[in-house]
């Protein structure tokens, strides 16, 4: 069964084509509403329209949204290898491994961080949507470390402020192709879907607000150890602002990293690990920090990078 939308074109969007109208008003990416105009899904003042077809304001747009899917639900299962840095009252505090998911999503059959503290005992705050309960930020499947699951209400919705206030220290290390110019800067562009691969993101105009402070650790021949501070935390944000500088993470074949620098160092996805995480703890109100050391593979591939050439 489909939602049916009728509204008129705003005036903002005067002279946008109809995909890029429909993916701005309804939050779709544009490969998406594209296939929503050729089904048939779309009506300019009654008439079927294409997708390149400008939209002019005061139009009667008709759609035929698909339904939004369900909740998926969460499978208490372990998780190899995740290891619990902290545990009190209010929150714990895991080392994520690569291979993991933060919670169930549509699509994903594997081990969840929430399944897995859940398979372990631990309770979890029931704040926010069914199968993100407890989860107030989130790392990649393809990406390692540290990430803090609120147990208590009160814990969730504390540190859902503070990282919405950017009071959260976030801090990553990414080894990099090349050699970032200058060798410590900041990265300030904003970042939405892309606008024709549903499964990327990338730097757009209008996207949203996106900051990344990097500094240069070590230089290697052909790739560059960064320490990466965070001010927002937008999905494949230090991925997509160092694929925007020209200095992919090494290994993230989807931002266009170079496939032979990665086998040769044995890098079998992006070299990005959120080692240190900081915060005021939601109970006492005191700082807290946490680290976690390069996983194994990451680890090795470092090791092969400074051997001498």
Excluded: N
Aim: aromatic share 4%; net charge negative; hydrophobic share 40%.
């Amino acid at each position: 069964m489909t939602d049916r939308r009728s509204l008129p074109v705003p005036d903002g969007l005067a002279g946008e084509r109809l995909d890029a109208a429909l993916a701005r008003l309804f939050g779709l990416s544009r490969t998406k509403a594209a296939e929503l105009v050729a089904a048939g899904a779309v009506r300019l003042d009654g008439a079927e329209a294409a997708k390149s077809d400008r939209v002019t304001p005061g139009a009667w747009l008709e759609v035929d949204l698909p339904p939004a899917p369900g909740p998926v639900a969460t499978v208490a299962e372990p998780v190899p290898g995740m290891r619990v840095v902290h545990d009190d009252e209010d929150i714990v505090v895991v080392d994520k491994p690569v291979g993991v998911a933060a919670h169930p999503s549509p699509g994903w059959t594997g081990p969840t961080v929430v399944g897995g503290l859940q398979a372990a005992g631990f309770r979890v705050s029931t704040s926010g949507a069914a199968e993100r309960q407890g989860v107030v930020h989130r790392l990649d499947v393809g990406t390692s470390g540290l990430m803090v699951v609120a147990k208590s209400e009160h814990a969730y919705t504390v540190l859902k402020r503070a990282f919405r206030e950017r009071t959260v220290e976030k801090v990553y290390h990414a080894l990099v192709q090349g050699h970032p110019d200058p060798l410590r800067g900041t990265v300030d562009a904003p970042i939405d879907r892309h606008p024709t691969h549903d499964y990327k993101w990338a730097v757009v105009a209008d996207g949203k607000p996106s900051i990344t402070h990097y500094e240069t650790l070590e230089a290697h021949r052909g790739a560059s150890l960064l320490e990466i501070h965070l001010e927002t935390g937008r999905t494949h944000q230090i991925r997509v602002h160092m694929a925007a500088l020209r200095h992919p993470c090494v290994g993230d074949l989807t931002y266009g990293a170079d496939p032979t620098l990665a086998a040769r160092l044995g890098v079998g996805r992006q070299w990005l690990h959120a080692l240190g995480l900081a915060f005021e703890h939601p109970g006492t109100g005191e700082r807290v920090e946490f680290a976690s050391d390069y996983p194994a593979d990451l680890a090795q591939s470092l090791a092969r990078l400074r051997e001498p050439a």
